[in-house]
Each structure stands twice: as structure tokens, then as C-alpha cells.
């Protein structure tokens, strides 16, 4: 995907939106394209989740491009013009970070926080990346950089996106370095100085319980901690998993499912939804029973184990193929998500409606045409205040450097 950190991917994985409105063939749904990346200064490959503010304003990053080339934090802030597109921060690549891959949190302060593939520090050649804070103050934003990775126990090329907790703890993953070379699972505190401390919660082994931190966010749900590790597992799949806190401070690490593979779930490199019920879902990348990918259920049992479920596995072709990006839910319980290929080769935004005994029904919602349309779909979607879903592509546009859409189911 443009990096080391996503080098297994094919490239290109960038969300487009168009400045015209696209209704969906397959559905009442529209998509629209409401900003263009022309590349250069106003970034460029926007492989980015996206985060909305109580104004309505979205922030998200792009991996290339602004002023050096290194990456930007840009804001999406509407009007009633349309969209106001500013460049928050221009990485340089160097000690500041470079490669910002899947946005930024936003905290109760409007603060943003986020991490880098690269720049830094550390054994890594380019930086073994960092995590880095947008403070702001009025309208400007100070850029400050809160733990640079080593590349040893405390792993390196961080490309997941951070998850803070009411205390502003943040959480993220890593998909390499570690005690034992596969990523790891760590914590950074805010210290009263100013500082951070960074501890790691979990070291991936590559064995049972997997290997590789994934591209989607920690979810935290409960006073735990849930993910999917990419690779490792008993069937060498990967695996869904949760983190507790014990009385002792201590974390403990638990499998909840190895993925088996074709015709089962494989591979799952985005993060995990909740239902109101306590059900996770989620995707894969490869397996199904098309080993095209698919969509997952995983249910917990009252003895406290989980059971999953393959809710559909992608065909290819019109109907899309390998999902890289977590699901969101609208109000009616419908699932939304995209696909990384197929469609009209460009990706898909897809939906899964329940059914009676448990069953759902997908349907395209929309296809991504590709330049000047969006092209490409590598990230969930966000669902603001309002029901308005928002999400980036990787290509696409005008200039074929990604867009930004909003989808109306």
C-alpha cells in the first residue's frame, strides 16, 4: 500500500471521491465525491479512516505529498460553499514522523493524535515511525511528537490508527518489531509533566495467539480491549482477540477465535464493530468460500468462549473483493462496508441487511468508477451525529491522488 508497513498489499489502495454527485444503480443510495486531492502541497494517497467533530468537521491524514513530501493531518470543515479543505500539519519525513497511515483520534479538547510509519528514530532505515499530538490553540495547531519507536521490544512501523480511553490513555498496535519480531500491542499515559510513557501490553509471538498487529483500530468496549492480529494463530490465519485489565495492573491477553481459513474467515486486517447485543463483526482480506474474503460474526457463548460465523463471502467481480476496512451500522441495523477491488474494478461500498433466523443479504450499494470518481475504498467509513457516513479512497479524482465521499444510504 505505498510502504513497508502494507508492502503485501497491492498498491494503490486510496479512497476517491468526485465533486459530482453519483446516485447508486443498485439502491436508493448516493455517493458523492466532496473534496479531490490534487496531490502536492494538499497531500496526496489518502489511506486514512476519518474522524468527525460535534461542528461537523472531518480530520484525516494522507501518506504523501504537502509541502515535503512526507505526509499531511488535513481538516474538511463545511460550509455553506460546500468543503473548506486546510492542511493542519505538513510532515517532513525526518524526526516529526513521515507516512501518516489511517488518520487520527480526536480527543474531548479537539486534540488529535495519531501515529507514522516512518521518521523518527530507532534501527529501522527511514525511522522506525512515532505517534505524535496536534494540540490545538485558537486556530493554530503545535505539533509534537509523544513516543518515537525503537524498532526493538517496543516495535516499529506503527500504520494502525489510536484509540483513547477517558483518562486519555491511548492504544494502539504495531505490525513488526516486538520481543519477537511480529508487533506488538502497547499502551502510551500522559504524565502531569507533559511526557508520555509508552508500556507494552502485549508482544506477539506468531504463535497461537497471531502475529502482526492489523491496519484497523483497537476497540474498546467495556473495559477491555478488542483486535484482530493479521497473521499466526493455530491455523496460521490469524486471530480476534481481547485485552483485560487485572486487579494486579497487569494485562491479560486472550484468543477469542483462530481464524481457519477457506471456507472460513482469513486474514483479517481491519478492526471490529460491536452490535447492541455484544456481538463483534468484522472482515478478511483472503478465505471465505470464494477466497475472495468476507464478512464475519463472532458471538459470545455463556461459558465464556465465542463462536463465528461467516455472514457472506465475496464473489469478485461486480459484486467486490477483499475487504480491508471494519463495518459501521446505520440505525436500522444494516451493516456497511467496502471493498478494496472488484465492482467496476475500482472497489465497492456494500451492504448487509438481517434477516429472519439469522441470516443477511448483500447487496452492492455502490460501485467506485475511478477517476474522476473515487477508486480504490482501503478504509471504513465514519458515521456522524446526523447519519451522514464519510469515507477517503486512495485514488481517484481529477488528479487520481484520492477523494473524499459521502455515502447516503
Not at 488535513?74 to 497511515?101: I, K
Request: charged share 10%.
Amino acid at each position: 500500500m505505498g510502504s513497508r508497513r502494507f508492502s503485501h498489499f497491492t498498491t494503490g489502495l486510496l479512497v476517491i471521491f468526485v465533486a459530482l454527485a453519483l446516485v447508486v444503480t443498485a439502491s436508493a443510495s448516493t455517493t458523492k465525491v466532496i473534496f479531490t486531492f490534487a496531490g502536492g502541497a494538499d497531500g496526496e494517497y489518502a489511506d486514512t479512516d476519518l474522524v468527525v467533530d460535534s461542528a461537523g468537521a472531518i480530520y484525516g491524514t494522507t501518506v504523501r505529498g504537502g509541502l515535503h513530501g512526507g505526509g499531511t493531518v488535513f481538516q474538511l470543515a463545511p460550509s455553506a460553499t460546500g468543503w473548506h479543505h486546510t492542511v493542519l500539519y505538513n510532515f517532513t519525513g525526518g524526526a516529526d514522523g513521515g507516512e501518516p497511515y489511517k488518520g487520527v483520534t480526536l480527543d474531548s479538547q479537539g486534540n488529535l493524535y495519531g501515529t507514522t510509519v516512518t521518521g523518527g528514530g530507532g534501527v529501522c532505515e527511514g525511522g522506525c515511525g512515532l505517534a505524535f499530538k496536534l494540540m490545538r490553540s485558537g486556530s493554530n495547531w503545535f505539533h509534537s511528537v509523544i513516543h518515537t519507536f525503537s524498532g526493538r521490544n517496543d516495535g516499529s512501523g506503527p500504520g494502525s490508527g489510536l484509540t483513547i480511553d477517558r483518562l486519555g490513555n491511548l492504544y494502539g498496535m504495531t505490525p513488526t518489531g516486538g520481543a519477537f519480531g511480529v508487533g506488538v500491542i502497547y499502551r502510551l499515559r500522559p504524565h502531569p509533566d507533559g511526557t508520555w510513557g509508552l508500556r507494552v501490553l502485549h508482544p506477539f509471538t506468531g504463535g497461537a495467539d497471531g502475529g502482526g498487529g492489523s491496519a484497523g483500530r483497537l476497540l474498546l468496549h467495556g473495559g477491555y480491549l478488542f483486535g484482530v492480529a493479521t497473521t499466526g494463530g493455530a491455523h496460521g490465519k490469524g486471530v480476534a482477540f481481547r485485552l483485560s485489565h487485572t486487579p494486579d495492573g497487569k494485562w491479560h491477553y486472550l484468543t477469542l477465535y483462530p481464524f481457519k481459513g477457506q471456507p472460513d474467515a482469513g486474514f483479517p486486517y481491519g478492526g471490529l464493530t460491536f452490535d447492541k447485543s455484544g456481538n463483534l463483526y468484522g472482515t478478511t482480506y483472503y478465505d471465505g468460500a470464494n477466497n475472495l474474503g468476507c464478512v464475519y460474526e463472532l458471538s459470545p457463548n455463556s461459558n465464556g468462549t465465542w463462536m463465528e460465523k461467516v455472514l457472506y463471502s465475496f464473489k469478485g467481480g461486480q459484486d467486490g473483493s477483499r475487504s480491508i476496512a471494519n463495518v459501521v451500522f446505520d440505525a436500522a441495523g444494516n451493516l456497511y462496508g467496502t471493498t478494496s477491488e472488484g465492482g467496476a474494478g475500482f472497489g465497492t461500498i456494500f451492504k448487509l441487511a438481517p434477516g429472519a433466523n439469522g441470516t443477511w443479504t448483500e447487496t452492492v450499494a455502490y460501485r467506485f468508477q475511478g477517476s474522476p470518481d473515487g477508486a480504490f475504498a482501503y478504509n471504513p467509513m465514519v458515521v456522524d451525529s446526523a447519519g451522514n457516513i464519510y469515507g477517503a479512497t486512495v485514488h481517484g479524482g481529477p488528479s487520481d491522488d484520492g477523494t473524499i465521499y459521502k455515502f447516503t444510504p
